[in-house]
């Protein structure tokens, strides 16, 4: 993140003063191990917690923060996707110092080479909320009885594929039930209580209109609708030549193929794949999603496709987007 994206800006270089636009303000999400308990890059969270420095990897330090604005953003952005098991972030904190309150806490309980713990391990906000909806309710909660007679939208994006395991394969019921859990338990589990409270949630704290664009809002393409893949060309071609369909009972395979060095139009890969018949027109857009989910490696053609189909997600619920925004 530091070398490639953000180099040393921190948040202040971000949101400075001087800006002739004001951005729009951004909440990256962590979670702390092994309570699974948020933590957002606020400067509430850092004094709550007395952060005085954030750390990776044992030898690469920052420099002391005080508020969010000292917080370089590539540590933030890295600390909000550090996956436990790949990556290390922590942070130190005043928590246990011989001066603070909470000394003779159970927070600051001895270790066994002596002296409290002191560190904060921070780990992959998905964690603790893999939408991040839950930080989202609390800024809008926040603002419940501000600015009467402002209209109030929510747009949610959700590129999460677990709710697809709210069933188990028939392999699966040989497992253990602790394997199952391990396996389909922690994000299925977030996902499905999102689905059930997101829209009451956020109409709770005064919100008119909400908006969810995931995989699943892809589901149904119209066919008569081809000009909604315009320019889509990378994301057409996938859809019909590397994800299988169902045409009655019978899974259809796709027999995938790599890119070609020119990617046919997208009409011409749309025409393909309604020759195929079945579903694969009107499904495979959202199987594109749940099939390529994320990556941990720097694929560039896996980046165009999923930021196409992106694009798509806005045209097809186009609709819903201009209701949420109108003024």
């Not at 030898?59 to 590539?74: G, M, S, Y």
């Not at 005043?94 to 391990?121: I, N, V, Y």
């Amino acid at each position: 993140m530091r070398e490639h994206l953000f180099g040393r800006s921190t948040f202040r270089n971000v949101y400075s003063a001087s800006n002739p636009v004001p951005l729009p303000r951004v909440y990256l999400n962590a979670a702390l191990m092994p309570a699974h308990s948020p933590f957002v890059f606020t400067d509430a969270f850092l004094s709550y917690y007395q952060v005085k420095h954030f750390g990776a990897c044992w030898n690469d330090w920052t420099p002391p923060v005080n508020r969010i604005a000292d917080v370089p953003i590539a540590f933030a952005a890295s600390a909000s996707g550090t996956v436990p098991g790949f990556y290390t972030a922590f942070a130190t904190t005043g928590l246990c110092k011989e001066d603070s309150h909470l000394r003779e806490s159970s927070f600051c309980h001895a270790t066994q080479k002596g002296g409290p713990r002191s560190f904060l391990r921070i780990s992959d906000g998905g964690l603790y909320d893999n939408i991040a909806y839950k930080t989202a309710y609390e800024v809008m909660l926040s603002e419940r009885g501000r600015s009467p007679g402002i209209r109030k939208s929510m747009i949610l994006v959700n590129s999460g594929t677990s709710a697809d395991l709210q069933t188990v394969s028939e392999k699966d019921l040989r497992k253990s039930f602790l394997a199952t859990t391990a396996m389909n338990g922690v994000f299925a589990v977030q996902d499905s209580t999102f689905q059930r409270l997101y829209s009451r949630m956020f109409e709770s704290v005064g919100v008119d209109k909400t908006v969810l664009l995931d995989f699943y809002s892809l589901a149904k393409f119209p066919t008569g609708k081809d000009a909604l893949l315009d320019g889509l060309d990378e994301l057409a071609f996938f859809a019909a030549h590397n994800v299988d369909c169902y045409v009655g009972d019978t899974l259809q395979r796709s027999g995938g193929k790599a890119l070609p060095a020119v990617v046919p139009s997208a009409r011409q890969s749309f025409h393909h794949l309604k020759q195929r018949g079945g579903d694969c027109a009107s499904e495979n857009f959202y199987r594109v999603g749940n099939l390529s989910k994320t990556t941990f490696l720097a694929d560039h053609e896996l980046f165009t496709i999923m930021w196409q189909l992106g694009q798509l997600a806005v045209r097809m619920n186009e609709r819903e987007v201009r209701a949420a925004t109108a003024t």
